[in-house]
């Protein structure tokens, strides 16, 4: 059938050396490929037309739209999948129609049953995607500039969503309750702290700057450090030193609450990121290109034929050139690979180690800079006297953040430039500057922490009395608060300034300038990997200051809000739309990778303050517990003695480590069955190799068999 | 469009098996491209070709990379210039509706730039410079050419036959498969994923 119709659609042509190889046609997995299209509503096979032109007679047509119509399941698929026309379409509902009257009434009610629980579905899932913020200005992302880009505003609508759930939470359990108690609504009354056997000395608590006249930029400064008016509000923790609320007959124990909710925001952005992070991981894992076949697929089925934009067609050649480049770039460098001689791999080897050496020098110096800007501001803050200016003041405040931030450029531009010295693969090359890059701006907040926690923990005379160091410190947390606020506020300052004064000018320049070397430059290419990495950055320390600032995360995301704003801009303005192609799924991962490492991260000062640092006594919920943890042990204490015993065996070693033992098994046992289907996934592959370098050895003594008959 | 003009398009909206709209779009489409060729009435069935030149100035052939070969393929002697019904086979085949093998089939005759029937190395490298705008280096063209028909000659002839170019895109994956790009008369739609 088929060689009539080639030959029919096809020139007629004088010499055919070879015969035509047409049974290829007839292999069961050709014949299976067909079934399954045909069965998800394609077309038919096509009897042949006087014109020559093959198109599917209104007959052939006719007898799938009855086939179609006759099902015998009672499962019935939607008639719009089907790749009918709407006369075609009507006469496929008809026959359904008359065909459920065939078919028992249990049948029917299922059919009717899953008819309209698949139309509710549809419908829900429309209305939801109208619902979801910033909908249409994701799309026209996505059109203009591709999926990459597309999933890092995904990726930040994500955050400002979570930061808004954060947020609701810490506000309902935590601010709301103090602050309607206070005010007396809804006849609640609290029980302030009262201070029992506790230093005198510690519990002294003045804030300074508030009382008699001040110059007015002390206000701003307040308000860009969190100092002075704003330490007493409910922005930080030493707002909420209350105890007990009573509502009526209820009981409400605020810092156990405070605690658990701190617990519960953790956990809630642990869930979430790791339940989408699986499913971006199941789909870069399962590979899109097929690895048989990528150069046919780039060049036969790679131009998209609905391009009529001249941008976008120049967009699309540039990227088939680029990917077709980076193909040929990485067969050549496996090659060059596998021809290495020992001595070059030990030159090669040699150089990497001389490399990371210099990498870790660097960010030992980096730590370095930050531990001393940190100790020079934390003195100079204590010092702080109306005699120093504005200027002065607002320096010594944002000094750690300025270093930070000047790290957070310097770093990542090194090792760009130092990894071209490595001769990686190029998907390796990127993979590794993104995690040098992840752990310097991570390390760095830990390197501030670090350094504070320093001071405000020491061994000496000082810090006897109380367990922290009360003359400089007499409330900890919030100075803590206080550090997450302004790294915040300049993280923030700085998006803005980059954009306004840095991505306008240059495309203003080249615009209107033309000479060679701003030419050369060009508009800025929006960089992922380093906006992804701003972002993590800044919800990382949300995560750390949440904590000790109960409403930093409503600061998040208004900020995050805006960021949105203030990159679409800058991106729809004045950046060129790359040339290389970024796979959305990967994308996704690695984003939600790097957050997650975030958050990991983020426990740890979290759980070295809440246990180890006695808690101040002079602010807080924490006053009468000798850590923020011992809330939890406390009120245990106070429930029945069965659950006590329950509770105190969970937490004993009895049942830890053989729970931490089964948990090592279980997960052992997956990592062998995971190998195990790596091995058997290649063992396939091989073999795939093998029969279709069969199946061309057969073709080939096919053909030689029919030349020779 | 007139009702005697429906008898002569029977042939054309056969089809397309859509309604009469669809065929009177497409005339129009063809007429306002030479208005003073093509005449309003189809009745006597007239004998009338545009030239190349004017098809592959229509928007949605503009950026193809391959316009002169697709109206090539689909003229009725090769030369480029299509008449109606050439013209309707064109967007019919283009269109969503097209089943996949008769895809395939136009696919295999639009990178024969040779028509000999069989995609050689020289059709490829034809192919491989329309596509990237002649920006590989001579020395990349021949590496691909030569992986291609690695990849996909069956029959070890070193240029590809029908057989083994339909083999091979049967396995290209289905992006779009339900992606709904039907506008109003534009009926060139995704095809890259035949």
Same mark, same amino acid.
């Given at each position: 059938?088929?060689?009539?119709?080639?030959?029919?659609?096809?020139?007629?042509?004088?010499?055919?050396?070879?015969?035509?190889?047409?049974?290829?046609?007839?292999?069961?997995?050709?014949?299976?490929?067909?079934?399954?299209?045909?069965?998800?509503?394609?077309?038919? *096979?096509?009897?042949?037309? =006087?014109?020559?032109?093959?198109?599917?007679?209104?007959?052939?047509?006719?007898?799938?739209?009855? $086939?179609?119509?006759?099902?015998?399941?009672?499962? /019935?698929?939607?008639?719009?999948?089907?790749?009918?026309?709407?006369?075609?379409?009507?006469?496929?509902?008809?026959?359904?129609?008359?065909?459920?009257?065939?078919?028992?009434?249990?049948?029917?009610?299922?059919?009717?049953? =899953?008819?309209?629980?698949?139309?509710?579905?549809?419908?829900?899932?429309?209305?939801?995607?109208?619902?979801?913020?910033? $909908?249409?200005?994701?799309?026209?992302?996505?059109?203009?500039?591709?999926?990459?880009?597309?999933?890092?505003?995904?990726?930040?609508?994500?955050?400002?969503?979570?930061?808004?759930?954060? #947020?609701?939470?810490?506000?309902?359990?935590?601010?709301?309750?103090?602050?309607?108690?206070?005010?007396?609504?809804?006849?609640?009354?609290?029980?302030?702290? %009262?201070?029992?056997?506790?230093?005198?000395?510690?519990?002294?608590?003045?804030?300074?700057?508030?009382?008699?006249?001040?110059?007015?930029?002390?206000?701003?400064?307040?308000?860009?450090?969190?100092?002075?008016?704003?330490?007493?509000?409910?922005?930080?923790?030493?707002?909420?030193?209350?105890?007990?609320?009573?509502?009526?007959?209820?009981?409400?124990?605020?810092?156990?609450?405070?605690?658990?909710?701190?617990?519960?925001?953790?956990?809630?952005?642990?869930?979430?990121?790791?339940?989408?992070? /699986?499913?971006?991981?199941?789909?870069?894992?399962?590979?899109?290109?097929?690895?048989?076949?990528?150069?046919?697929?780039?060049?036969?089925?790679?131009?998209? #034929?609905?391009?009529?934009?001249?941008?976008?067609?120049?967009?699309?050649?540039?990227?088939?050139?680029?990917?077709?480049?980076?193909?040929?770039?990485?067969?050549?460098?496996?090659?060059?690979?596998?021809?290495?001689?020992?001595?070059?791999?030990?030159?090669?080897?040699?150089?990497?180690?001389?490399?990371?050496?210099?990498?870790?020098?660097?960010?030992?110096?980096?730590?370095?800079?930050?531990?001393?800007?940190?100790?020079?501001?934390?003195?100079?803050?204590? =010092?702080?006297?109306?005699? !120093?200016?504005?200027?002065?003041?607002? &320096?010594?405040?944002?000094?750690?953040?300025?270093?930070?931030?000047?790290?957070?450029?310097?770093?990542?531009?090194?090792?760009?430039?130092?990894?071209?010295?490595?001769?990686?693969?190029?998907?390796?090359?990127?993979?590794?500057?993104?995690?040098?890059?992840?752990?310097?701006?991570?390390?760095?907040?830990?390197?501030?922490?670090?350094?504070?926690?320093?001071?405000?923990?020491?061994?000496?005379?000082?810090?006897?009395?109380?367990?922290?160091?009360?003359?400089?410190? %007499?409330?900890?947390?919030?100075?803590?608060?206080?550090?997450?606020?302004?790294?915040?506020? #300049?993280?923030?300052?700085?998006?803005?300034?980059?954009?306004?004064?840095?991505?306008?000018?240059?495309?203003?320049?080249?615009?209107?300038?033309?000479?060679?070397?701003?030419?050369?430059?060009?508009?800025?290419?929006?960089?992922?990997?380093?906006?992804?990495?701003?972002?993590?950055?800044?919800?990382?320390?949300?995560?750390?200051?949440?904590?000790?600032?109960?409403?930093?995360?409503?600061?998040?995301?208004?900020?995050? &809000?805006?960021?949105?704003?203030?990159?679409?801009?800058?991106?729809?303005?004045?950046? $060129?739309?790359?040339?290389?192609?970024?796979?959305?799924?990967?994308? =996704?991962?690695?984003?939600?990778?790097?957050?997650?490492?975030?958050?990991?991260?983020?426990?740890?000062?979290?759980?070295?303050? !809440?246990?180890?640092?006695?808690?101040?006594?002079?602010?807080?919920?924490?006053?009468? &517990?000798?850590?923020?943890?011992?809330?939890?042990?406390?009120?245990?204490?106070?429930?029945?003695?069965?659950?006590?015993?329950?509770?105190?065996?969970? @937490?004993?070693?009895?049942?830890?480590?053989? #729970?931490?033992?089964?948990?090592?098994?279980?997960?052992?046992?997956?990592?062998?069955?995971?190998?195990?289907?790596?091995?058997?996934?290649?063992?396939?592959?091989?073999?795939?190799?093998?029969?279709?370098?069969?199946?061309?050895?057969?073709?080939?003594?096919?053909?030689?068999?029919?030349?020779?008959? | 469009?007139?009702?005697?003009?429906?008898?002569?398009?029977?042939?054309?909206?056969?089809?397309?098996?859509?309604?009469?709209?669809?065929?009177?779009?497409?005339?129009?489409?063809?007429?306002?491209? @030479?208005?003073?060729?093509?005449?309003?009435?189809?009745?006597?069935?007239?004998?009338?070709?545009? %030239?190349?030149?004017?098809?592959?100035?229509?928007?949605?052939?503009?950026?193809?990379?391959?316009?002169?070969?697709?109206?090539?393929?689909?003229?009725?002697?090769?030369?480029?210039?299509?008449?109606?019904? *050439?013209?309707?086979? !064109?967007?019919?085949?283009?269109?969503? !509706?097209?089943?996949?093998?008769?895809?395939?089939?136009?696919?295999?005759?639009?990178?024969?730039?040779?028509?000999?029937?069989?995609?050689?190395?020289?059709?490829?490298?034809?192919?491989?410079?329309?596509?990237?705008?002649?920006?590989?280096?001579?020395?990349?063209?021949?590496?691909?050419?030569?992986?291609?028909?690695?990849?996909?000659?069956?029959?070890?002839?070193?240029?590809? @036959?029908?057989?083994?170019?339909?083999?091979?895109?049967?396995?290209?994956?289905?992006?779009?498969?339900?992606?709904?790009?039907?506008?109003?008369?534009?009926?060139?739609?995704?095809?890259?994923?035949?």
């Amino acid at each position: 059938m088929d060689m009539v119709l080639s030959s029919e659609v096809f020139l007629p042509d004088a010499d055919n050396t070879s015969p035509s190889v047409t049974f290829l046609q007839e292999l069961p997995s050709y014949q299976s490929i067909l079934r399954r299209r045909t069965s998800a509503g394609g077309t038919q *096979d096509r009897r042949q037309n =006087n014109h020559g032109f093959a198109r599917p007679p209104a007959a052939a047509k006719r007898n799938f739209v009855e $086939r179609a119509g006759v099902k015998s399941e009672a499962v /019935v698929r939607s008639i719009r999948e089907y790749a009918l026309n709407i006369p075609e379409k009507r006469k496929l509902r008809d026959i359904q129609e008359a065909n459920v009257k065939y078919l028992s009434g249990w049948d029917q009610l299922k059919q009717t049953r =899953n008819k309209s629980w698949k139309k509710f579905l549809d419908e829900t899932k429309e209305l939801s995607s109208y619902l979801e913020l910033w $909908r249409n200005d994701i799309h026209s992302i996505e059109g203009k500039f591709g999926t990459g880009i597309k999933s890092y505003f995904s990726f930040l609508r994500f955050l400002v969503l979570l930061n808004f759930i954060i #947020f609701v939470l810490m506000f309902s359990f935590i601010t709301l309750p103090s602050t309607i108690s206070q005010y007396g609504v809804l006849n609640s009354s609290y029980v302030k702290v %009262p201070p029992k056997d506790i230093e005198p000395q510690c519990t002294v608590y003045t804030i300074s700057g508030t009382k008699g006249l001040v110059y007015f930029y002390t206000y701003i400064i307040d308000l860009l450090s969190g100092t002075g008016f704003l330490e007493m509000t409910s922005l930080f923790y030493g707002y909420y030193r209350i105890d007990m609320v009573h509502f009526s007959a209820i009981k409400y124990n605020l810092p156990l609450a405070y605690l658990l909710t701190t617990l519960v925001y953790l956990s809630l952005s642990l869930i979430w990121i790791v339940k989408r992070s /699986v499913e971006g991981f199941k789909q870069s894992f399962v590979r899109e290109e097929d690895p048989f076949q990528s150069y046919c697929n780039k060049i036969f089925a790679g131009w998209d #034929f609905c391009i009529t934009d001249p941008n976008a067609s120049r967009l699309k050649h540039s990227s088939l050139k680029y990917e077709l480049k980076t193909d040929l770039e990485e067969e050549r460098l496996r090659q060059k690979k596998a021809r290495r001689t020992t001595e070059e791999k030990l030159r090669i080897y040699c150089l990497r180690i001389f490399l990371n050496i210099f990498v870790l020098a660097l960010l030992s110096g980096c730590f370095y800079s930050i531990y001393r800007a940190t100790i020079y501001s934390q003195e100079n803050i204590s =010092n702080v006297s109306s005699k !120093m200016t504005f200027e002065g003041n607002l &320096f010594v405040q944002y000094l750690p953040s300025i270093v930070i931030t000047l790290a957070n450029f310097i770093a990542p531009l090194f090792f760009s430039y130092i990894i071209k010295f490595e001769e990686y693969s190029p998907a390796f090359e990127i993979r590794l500057t993104l995690m040098r890059c992840v752990f310097v701006r991570l390390a760095n907040i830990g390197v501030l922490l670090f350094s504070l926690g320093n001071r405000i923990v020491c061994a000496n005379e000082k810090c006897k009395a109380c367990g922290y160091n009360y003359e400089l410190y %007499p409330c900890w947390e919030s100075r803590v608060g206080q550090e997450m606020y302004k790294l915040m506020i #300049f993280d923030f300052i700085i998006i803005f300034a980059v954009a306004v004064f840095v991505d306008f000018p240059r495309k203003l320049l080249v615009t209107y300038c033309s000479c060679k070397p701003i030419q050369w430059c060009g508009l800025q290419k929006f960089q992922i990997p380093e906006n992804v990495l701003e972002i993590v950055y800044g919800q990382t320390i949300c995560w750390i200051g949440t904590f000790y600032s109960p409403l930093l995360p409503a600061i998040a995301t208004i900020k995050y &809000f805006i960021v949105f704003y203030i990159k679409k801009i800058s991106l729809m303005h004045t950046c $060129r739309p790359s040339k290389k192609s970024v796979r959305a799924s990967s994308s =996704n991962f690695f984003f939600l990778a790097v957050l997650l490492i975030g958050l990991i991260l983020a426990f740890i000062p979290l759980g070295l303050s !809440m246990t180890r640092i006695r808690s101040s006594k002079a602010c807080g919920p924490f006053v009468n &517990f000798n850590s923020s943890w011992d809330v939890v042990p406390r009120t245990i204490r106070g429930f029945p003695t069965a659950l006590q015993k329950v509770l105190n065996g969970i @937490a004993s070693e009895a049942f830890a480590v053989p #729970f931490f033992m089964v948990i090592c098994l279980i997960m052992f046992y997956f990592i062998a069955l995971a190998g195990a289907y790596k091995r058997v996934v290649d063992q396939l592959r091989e073999q795939l190799v093998m029969e279709s370098r069969d199946k061309q050895f057969l073709i080939r003594k096919l053909t030689e068999a029919q030349k020779r008959s | 469009c007139g009702s005697n003009n429906l008898v002569s398009f029977e042939r054309a909206l056969d089809k397309f098996e859509c309604n009469c709209m669809m065929g009177c779009l497409l005339h129009g489409r063809y007429h306002e491209m @030479a208005p003073n060729i093509v005449p309003m009435d189809y009745t006597k069935d007239p004998d009338v070709k545009l %030239p190349i030149q004017l098809i592959i100035n229509m928007p949605e052939l503009k950026e193809n990379p391959f316009k002169e070969r697709i109206v090539e393929a689909f003229s009725e002697d090769g030369d480029g210039n299509l008449s109606f019904n *050439d013209f309707v086979d !064109m967007f019919s085949v283009l269109s969503e !509706m097209a089943p996949r093998e008769l895809k395939a089939i136009y696919a295999f005759k639009i990178y024969d730039f040779n028509t000999d029937n069989f995609i050689c190395k020289s059709d490829l490298e034809k192919t491989l410079n329309k596509l990237t705008r002649e920006e590989l280096t001579a020395e990349e063209i021949t590496l691909v050419c030569e992986k291609v028909i690695e990849e996909a000659d069956m029959d070890g002839d070193g240029k590809l @036959a029908f057989a083994d170019f339909e083999n091979m895109i049967s396995k290209a994956p289905d992006f779009l498969r339900y992606k709904n790009c039907l506008k109003n008369y534009q009926m060139l739609t995704c095809w890259s994923n035949i």
